[in-house]
């Protein structure tokens, strides 16, 4: 029997090293499947190895900037991969299939493009979650190395530019080690689908894509338990009150022994959901 598109993000996202590149591909196919069923799979692959094609590695000795000006060269200036404001306001700009068709994307998008074709080309790429924008770093991350934003291009960023960055986020005067450290895969794909769900929040109407955005997440291995809650909620909201009312007993059974309150709070939410019923 062929797996679903759920089975092979559950597989794919519980490997020893998890391709962030496939799990994102397997969340456009939630969003949209398409004829194919793949969800543009085939054409944004093909479209990572064209974009591969135009990376010219830098001259000896290969040191993080010049393979930062390399892929920006490349990806920034010839592809034309940037972001705008605008991009936050579409759903298209955290679906990599359409991110790599429109060339325009959210910062952590097209950090995802930036990370696929510099380590197919050989460059020594990382991801970097700083607070409210993703970037990509470049070299080593304990010794020599740059961040590049993507958002911008590619433009390589000087200590002010992460500096103020950090500040106009968090009000910190300085990032933390915690902030510059490479991010993980899953790391990645929870961040993505955390923006999907922001999108989708904020579009009531848009309840469908919300939903698969926190059913994804919750395939994780490691994900937020209050995501089980927003799911009992989305099902209710949906007008789905069994699933609904089921999930929230489901939920407020998990959370009864360290929160007995908001576990009472929750299983009387639960039977106002079944009493929609009649």
């Given amino acids: 029997m062929d797996e679903t598109n759920r089975e092979r993000f559950a597989r794919a996202a519980r490997e020893e090293s998890p391709d962030t590149t496939l799990l994102c591909l397997l969340m456009a196919a939630e969003a949209d499947p398409g004829p194919d069923g793949d969800g543009g799979d085939a054409a944004a ?16 000795p290969r040191t ?35 991110v ?20 197919r080309v050989g460059a020594p790429v990382y991801g970097v979650a700083l607070p409210g924008h993703f970037v990509v770093g470049v070299g080593d991350p304990a010794g020599e190395h740059v961040l590049a934003d993507p958002f911008d291009g590619g433009r390589v960023m000087t200590d002010e530019d992460v500096r103020l960055l950090v500040a106009g986020a968090t009000g910190a005067a300085e990032p933390s080690a915690a902030m510059l450290a490479p991010a993980e895969p899953l790391e990645i794909v929870l961040r993505v689908l955390n923006n999907v769900r922001a999108w989708a929040a904020a579009r009531p109407e848009r309840s469908d894509v919300h939903l698969w955005a926190v059913d994804l997440s919750l395939l994780l291995p ?17 007008g789905e009150f069994v699933a609904g009312a089921r999930a929230l007993t489901e939920y407020a059974e998990l959370v009864a022994a360290m929160e007995p309150s908001a576990a009472e709070t929750v299983r009387r939410q639960a039977r106002a959901a079944r009493a929609m019923l009649n």
Avoid: F, K, M, N
């Avoid at 692959?45 to 000896?60: I, K, Q, S, T, W």
């Avoid at 900037?65 to 955290?94: F, I, K, M, N, V």
């Fill in 45 to 60: 692959r093909a479209e990572l190895d064209r974009l591969c094609g135009l990376v010219e590695p830098p001259a000896a």
């Fill in 64 to 98: 993080p900037r010049r393979w930062a000006e390399a892929l920006a060269g490349a990806l920034g200036a010839r592809a034309g991969l940037h972001g705008t404001p605008g991009d936050y306001r579409r759903l298209e700009s955290s679906l990599l299939p359409e």
């Fill in 100 to 119: 790599l068709r429109r060339r325009r994307g959210l910062p952590i998008l097209l950090s995802v493009v930036w990370l696929e074709v510099g380590r």
């Fill in 222 to 238: 490691r994900h937020p338990a209050r995501l089980r809650y927003e799911r009992a909620q989305l099902l209710v909201q949906r």
